[in-house]
Each structure stands twice: as C-alpha cells, then as structure tokens.
C-alpha cells in the first residue's frame, strides 16, 4: 500500500510531515510518497539515512498557502503539493493521500478531480470527538458551508456506514443538530432535513442541541459545514478562555491557583482531544478516494496517525461499504413508495 | 417607574421571580407589577407580609410552557402572563417587562403588540459574556434564526448606540462572526453582510472568528440568531464536557483530582457568568419598549438583575438613542450617495 502526504502542508512543515511519515512507514509497513518541494524534503530525510527506504519525494514545485483562496489557488497552481497529491490517487498511484494544508484546497482539488462516490453530492469533513460516554462522530465541520438537506441526508447516511463498518457500532444513532429538541424548532433548511431523516432507514433520534455533540446522547451528529465549524472552534477556544478566566479568579484564591497547576496537563490533554489530529485526522468523506485531512497544528504524531486511519480506510473498503449503504437505502426507498 | 415581571417565567416560577422582585424593589425603588396566577402568586407573596407594598399583581389565567410553539401559544393564550406582561407596555402601565419564560414567546408577543423602533426590522437578543479582556457583547443569540444581511447591520448599529450609551465604551469596535478571517471567506450571506458593514459609519473590524467572541478582540460580535445561539450553548456545554473528561483523567493522575476539587468552585463561577442572568437578563433589542429576557434557570438575583437593568434602559433612553444612532447613520449614508 502507498500512501501520498502532502509535506508542504501544516504550520510545522515539512519538518514534522517527514517525521510522522517515517515514523509510520516504521509501524505500519506501508510505503510514503512525500509530495512537495524536493530539495526541503531532502534536508529534512537526511536526518534518516537509513530509514528512508519506502519513502518516495513527487517534487511539486508550488505552494498552495493556507490562506489562500480554495478555487482560485488549486486552478492556478497545478504544480503544488496538494494538486499533485490528489492527482496521484486519479492516476492510481497512490491509495490514499493525507493533507494538513489549505483544507478548502483539499476538498475542491479532490471534488474536482476525484469526484464523488454515487449518489453523493458534497464531500463532508468527519470528526470523531471526546465525550461523556467515549466518542462521538459529526460531520459536516467545513467542506459544505451552503448545504441543502439533501446533503445533509447523504452525511448521515455516510455516518451511518462509517460508524458501523470503522468503528463496530450496531444501529448507530444519528441526531441533527438544532437549536431545540422538537420537531418544530429551527430554520426552514433544519424542518426539511428533519422530514428527509425521519423518512430515511437508520437510527435517526431526532434533533440534537449543542451539548449533545458531546454528550454521548447520539453516535453522530449532522450539520451544515458552517455551524460545525464554528462549534468545533468554540469548543476549542472554551479551554483558552477557561484556563484564562481562571487566572483571573486566582485573586480570589490560592487554592484554585494550586488546582489549576494540578491539572493543566489534564486541560491541554482534552484540547488535544478536540484537535482531530489526535484521531488521525479528518476523513473527507463522500470523494471517491481516500483523502484524510490534517489539523494545521499537526505535529509529527498527528500525521503518523493520518497515515494509520488512511490505510484503515483502505483496508476496510469504507468507500464500497458507504456506497453498498447508499444503494440498498436507495432501493428500500423506492420498494417503499 | 413600574416593571412588570412574568411571574411565571422560568424553571422556578414564581417562587423566585417574587423573591428577586421584591428584592429589586429595596434595591432599585421600582415598583414592580407581577404577571401571573394571583393565587400562586398570593402564596409566595405571604411570606414578606410588610415589604409587599409597592407589588402590584396583575392576575393572568394562562402560562405559555416552556416546549410551546410561540407563534400559536401567543394567539391562543390572550390571557397568558408575557401576552399580559407586554400589553401593559402597550398601554403605558409599565416602563418595562422582565420574562424568564418561553422566550420565542416574548419576542413573537413584544414584536406584534409593541412593534419595532424606526429603522429597525427584526429584534435581536443581545448578550454578555466574559471574555480574557473584560466583557463582550453578542447580538443575536436567537430571536432570529432566518436573518438577512440587511438585520445584521441593523444590530451592529444597535450593538454600537448600547455599548456606547450603556457600557460606555468609546468607538466600539465590532466584528462579523464566520469562519475564517479573510473578507472572501463564509456564505453569499456573510459577503453580502460583510460589504454593508464595512460601508456603514461604525468601527468595523471585519471578519471574526469563533474564538473571538470570548477573545476580547472585539467588543461586539454580529450574527445570526442560529449560529450564535448554538454557539452560546456550545460554551455553556463545554464546562460539563471539560468536568467530565477530568473526571475520567482522575484515574491518572491524584493531584488532577485534587486540582479539580479546587477549582470546582472557580469554574462554576464561571459557567454562571455565561449564563446571561448574572448580567441582569438579555435586552431584547429592536423592540419599541423595554423587554428583557431572562434564562430558564433564574434564579431570585438573576430577576433582581434583570429588573436593574430594565430600569438601567428606562433611564438612559436606550431606545430613543438607537433611534438617533439610525437616525444619524441613515442620513451621512444618504449625504455620502
């Protein structure tokens, strides 16, 4: 198996990409082709004379930066990283391939040259997150910020597949997330995904409030790219506005400030937690390849792990198995009607 | 001045609701009118035989619950407290009304009887929050979750006369909640609400991020009432999350679990300061009288608070500087065509 990582990709490339590379070259035998700028990936390899066997350089001469426009960039910079990446899985010579880049650049390169699977109509951005019971799945948190409730329903139908096929959950259940439990509540965009969910073959619980991204209340949570991403970044931000509401509060104590010292490390492990690096990044679900997206953040840790859950994808067929589910819904649906 | 309180609002109406009015009216020297069952009312009142003078009450035969849809309970229940509360607005019986109740409810019934301020065409629930800096001001936090660009600039307005006139804060500097801080980045709707906010004759800052509503970076942040509804209880949520995970870390470490017993009461402290009762209730802006919104949970100072600041609005002509604000912007808008 070959795995494509963009090594230009993240605030710590290529240094810590070429260090997760060969750190999962070693414990998961599969073989890297680093795309990106050929001579800074060479500075960085020296390091491991002998280690880098199995670890191919694809020169890519351009950069897409991170805060570059998505469209715009991957049209004009047809000799970056992430264009030559995605390119290696349309040509089939590479299995999966891993980003920690510009993520829009990701999903429109990989849109746009891979496709999607059938009966799929936006790529989603899948994270699994910490909660009160072990973890939870949403999606969408950024690839899809107008979404219709149409994509929406091909989300949960992805969920559906990757929690029982990847994650062994037997009828996972799947909450959309709204702003109230009832029915009622919410836009005019929630009330018609609530009818097309209700109507659908899975799990489906009904709506979800914010807590329960987190409370381990639903196995998956669905929503449009902009609200999943705004309240993954709340949840994120919360930890740094706790830990500095807190110093604030140590006029008022000393004990609190001793607490705070005892369990920093437990804080920063949870934020870490949130970071989707942790699990091995974020699988962009609904293209038609395995394409793994990486926190800008990730450290060296971050990328071996994207490497791992990339091959699992690989290996497990996820792609097949989402669109076996996507069929056998499609059919029941129309027996149904 | 008289307040009119919903003496049914909120998870522990009426019990608390006539203990913080008569409070405020120590405190403040309002007199207050209470909205509600007058026999349930009568059997709270009992216990502050002496101090009730100066409480009105205003018996009303119905509650609009909690889960009720509020366009349909507003109709159907005229004799509902909050329907009650806000006719005596209408009919200047009162200065101002305070409702811990149904808050769909309050705006549907504040919006139809007592209309809108000139200018202004859709109420927005402004909000208080800690930040690492001081304070920080959110509008709209759910009265309106199918807004226009056209009413996110109208609450900017509204956010720059409050901060102004209320917290006096020179030039308030406002922001635009989305995704990325770039001017291309969000939805058709965020473009087109980022052009009409940067053409007005306030300090708009651009763009901010989730973080930034707790950053400090701005002192105002402008969205919608869906996403920064769902964003208020990611925040409130997160302090159960980050309980819970340590609690689960505890079995690592003996000094986490001491930290946390330590700073129990500091993080409390400040998952009550989210809660927007600490700061007196949440002005519902935009309206052409003077309603604030309380939360479910309120308790006896979270209804003090409120009516404090109720009388806070009264005083320093809230509305009417609003008014003036749009006024004034409406003509150098016009100059500058």
């Not at 240094?15 to 035998?29: H, L, P």
């Not at 740094?240 to 004990?255: A, N, Q, T, Y």
């Not at 942790?278 to 962009?284: I, M």
Request: hydrophobic content about 45%; charged content about 25%; glycine content about 10%.
């Amino acid at each position: 198996m070959k795995i494509a990582v963009d090594a230009m990709g993240g605030d710590y490339a290529p240094k810590v990409v070429v260090d997760g590379a060969i750190q999962a070259k070693k414990a998961y035998g599969v073989d890297i082709i680093l795309v990106g700028q050929k001579d800074a990936i060479e500075r960085e390899l020296v390091r491991y004379k002998k280690d880098s066997s199995g670890i191919e350089i694809l020169d890519a001469l351009e950069v897409i930066k991170m805060n570059e426009s998505a469209a715009t960039s991957v049209r004009k910079k047809r000799h970056s990283s992430i264009v030559l990446g995605i390119d290696l899985l349309k040509q089939k010579k590479a299995d999966g391939f891993i980003s920690a880049g510009n993520t829009g650049a990701v999903v429109c390169a990989a849109t746009l040259s891979l496709g999607l699977l059938p009966g799929i109509e936006r790529p989603g951005i899948s994270i699994l997150v910490p909660t009160l019971q072990g973890v939870g799945f949403i999606i969408d948190v950024g690839a899809n910020i107008d979404a219709k409730p149409i994509h929406l329903l091909q989300y949960a139908i992805m969920a559906d597949s990757y929690l029982r096929n990847i994650l062994n959950i037997d009828n996972p259940r799947i909450g959309l997330l709204n702003i109230g439990e009832e029915e009622s509540k919410g836009t005019d965009f929630l009330k018609q995904t609530y009818q097309l969910l209700e109507n659908a073959d899975f799990n489906f619980i009904g709506n979800a409030e914010a807590k329960d991204m987190f409370s381990g209340k639903c196995d998956a949570v669905v929503c449009d790219g902009f609200v999943g991403n705004i309240s993954l970044k709340v949840m994120e931000s919360a930890i740094e506005v706790i830990i500095g509401f807190l110093r604030r509060e140590f006029k008022r104590s000393f004990l609190a400030k001793l607490g705070l010292l005892f369990i920093r490390p437990s804080l920063m492990r949870f934020k870490k937690s949130l970071d989707y690096s942790e699990y091995g990044g974020a699988p962009l679900l609904g293209i038609d390849g395995v394409v793994i997206i990486g926190h800008g953040r990730s450290d060296a840790k971050a990328i071996k792990n994207a490497i791992r859950v990339a091959k699992q994808e690989v290996e497990l067929k996820v792609n097949e198995k989402i669109v076996d589910r996507v069929r056998q819904l499609k059919t029941k649906y129309e027996e149904n009607k």
